[in-house]
């Protein structure tokens, strides 16, 4: 019902920048939040960042001052630009937002991943 793709991901050096896309498409009702997981081979899934459909934005501690979320809701799309890079950022990053098909009825949806990793 609701299909998310993400792109952007890819190799870079410590210190480089990447930008992830995630642009979510179907009968969508409307969104209520778009949101940027991660997860480091071994690790659990872990929130990076978040914003809502008002333009609030929240970061990890991790990546406060380094990453930037943003959004176009007329796109249903959601960014993820990500400044000084480092190697422990490496991970398959997941885009994930609430949405709702019917009204009133919101549910996660999630992307199948895009793979940053960052080399020393």
């Known amino acids: 019902q609701v299909q998310l793709v993400e792109s952007g991901g890819g190799l870079v050096q410590a210190g480089g920048s990447l930008r992830l896309s995630c642009t979510a498409s179907?009968?969508?009702?409307?969104?209520?939040?778009m949101e940027w997981y991660r997860q480091a081979p071994g690790k659990q899934r872990e929130l990076v960042a978040t914003?809502?459909?008002?333009?609030?934005?929240g970061y990890a501690d991790s990546v406060k001052g380094r990453f930037t979320i943003s959004g176009d809701n007329v796109k249903n799309t959601v960014y993820l630009q990500m400044n000084s890079l480092k190697p422990e950022d490496t991970a398959v990053y997941y885009c994930?937002?609430?949405?709702?098909?019917?009204?009133?009825?919101?549910?996660?949806?999630w992307g199948q991943g895009t793979q940053v990793t960052v080399s020393s």
């Open positions: 994930n937002c609430y949405a709702a098909v019917v009204a009133g009825a919101f549910r996660r949806y």
């Open positions: 179907g009968s969508i009702v409307s969104i209520n939040a």
């Open positions: 914003i809502t459909s008002s333009g609030s934005t």
